[in-house]
């Protein structure tokens, strides 16, 4: 009897509010001998890329047969407007430091000829 069951995929808003996202019904044989055993089967199934931030919320998966159902823990998804940029301080280093060994140069240079006065 538990061979034939849907699985569905939503999620749920900020404000509490469940959104469909896909579901599929399975039928799944019995291989011969196996029946009456506790088997498990994974099932993949990929979001594609989030519109935008309003996508942010908790994404579920959920099993349902006749007299049962079972519901995943959830995956919370923090959807930003522009995404993860890694900051370069690259040149910003480099022109700083060029700039503070410039200016030590020519003080100390000032600093030599006004001694030699």
Known sequence: ???KFSIF???INSLKQKT???SRSEDVAIPSGKENETATISYDHRITPLANTAST???YCEVKWNDAQKMGKGV???ARDTG???TSYGWESLVTLTTLLAALSITATALILWKRK
């Open 1 to 3: 009897k538990y061979t």
């Open 9 to 11: 995929y939503y999620w």
């Open 20 to 22: 469909s996202i896909y």
């Open 57 to 59: 919320g908790t994404y």
């Open 76 to 78: 919370f998804v923090l």
């Open 84 to 86: 993860y940029v890694e």
